[in-house]
């Protein structure tokens, strides 16, 4: 079995800051980036899941090069802090400690001083400079981050030329609703999910192609109160009732 097939799946392979009760994160406040930026359901559909799949990339990529930065430092061997083989070995499962050659290569000098490398390692990083980080990070970091603000961008856009899906409405109501249908994917269960809701017909209808959605917003407010926020722009166009012209 494959690292990614059974992780957030199996009991076996359940965290070890895992804790039973109301709070269930051991270290919740210092969590890295797989955790800080793993959502189950994301907002904006597939353009959510990329960006932050790209924000996943670019905090990993700091703590990755930050953790060289330290054991170059301290003249410790550098391997890949998450182990650079995909499978799960028979000590992952059992929760064994690692053996000991393997141990004393790893931690060399602070064999034994854990606690202590720990404390050494933290003033490394608080020592960097702004400019020493920036230099640390190099171009790769400066790739990550044009990634990042594009998919963000796409994320965030709200098209000036829209047209309602008709084929993804029904009318209900008296004509006065549609109800629509969003479909979310459901990350930690690989599955969708459909959420139904009654939405106002005019603001569909107005989406016919032949107004800006600037001058939509505006007539909304104007002649029928009604303020379209951004959010429900962004979620219409996500999930696909609004198409772009």
């Known amino acids: 079995m494959g690292k990614t097939?059974?992780?957030g799946k199996s009991l076996t392979l359940k965290c070890p800051y895992y804790l039973h009760?109301?709070?269930?994160?051991?270290?919740?406040?210092?969590?890295e980036a797989v955790c800080a930026t793993w959502f189950c359901k994301h907002v904006?559909?597939?353009?959510?899941?990329?960006?932050?799949d790209s924000?996943?990339?670019?905090?990993?990529y700091i703590e990755e090069s930050l953790?060289?930065?330290?054991?170059?430092?301290?003249?410790?061997?550098?391997e890949h802090p998450y182990?650079?083989?995909?499978?799960?070995?028979?000590e992952d499962l059992d929760d064994l400690p690692?053996?000991?050659?393997?141990?004393?290569?790893?931690?060399?000098?602070?064999a034994g001083m854990e606690e202590q490398f720990y404390i050494r390692a933290y003033e490394h990083v608080a020592c960097l400079t702004k400019e020493a980080f920036s230099d640390l990070m190099g171009i790769n970091f400066q790739v990550l981050l044009t990634e990042l603000k594009e998919r963000l961008n796409t994320m965030m856009e709200i098209p000036e030329m829209m047209i309602a899906d008709k084929f993804r409405i029904m009318p209900v109501i008296d004509n006065k609703y549609y109800c629509i249908?969003?479909?979310?994917?459901?990350?930690?269960?690989d599955m969708y999910i459909t959420h139904a809701m009654n939405f106002p017909a005019i603001i569909i209808d107005l989406f016919d192609g032949t107004r800006t959605t600037s001058e939509i917003v505006q007539i909304l407010k104007e002649k029928y109160e009604i303020d379209l926020g951004e959010d429900i722009l962004i979620a219409l166009y996500q999930y696909g009732i609004l198409k772009k012209i």
């Open 5 to 7: 097939e059974g992780f």
């Open 21 to 31: 009760g109301k709070y269930n994160c051991a270290l919740w406040k210092y969590r």
């Open 44 to 52: 904006a559909q597939q353009s959510g899941r990329l960006f932050w």
């Open 55 to 60: 924000v996943t990339k670019c905090m990993r």
């Open 67 to 78: 953790i060289a930065y330290v054991l170059i430092c301290e003249n410790l061997p550098l």
């Open 83 to 90: 182990g650079e083989n995909k499978n799960i070995s028979y």
């Open 98 to 110: 690692m053996k000991k050659e393997e141990y004393l290569y790893r931690w060399g000098k602070w």
């Open 181 to 189: 249908h969003l479909k979310t994917w459901i990350e930690r269960n």
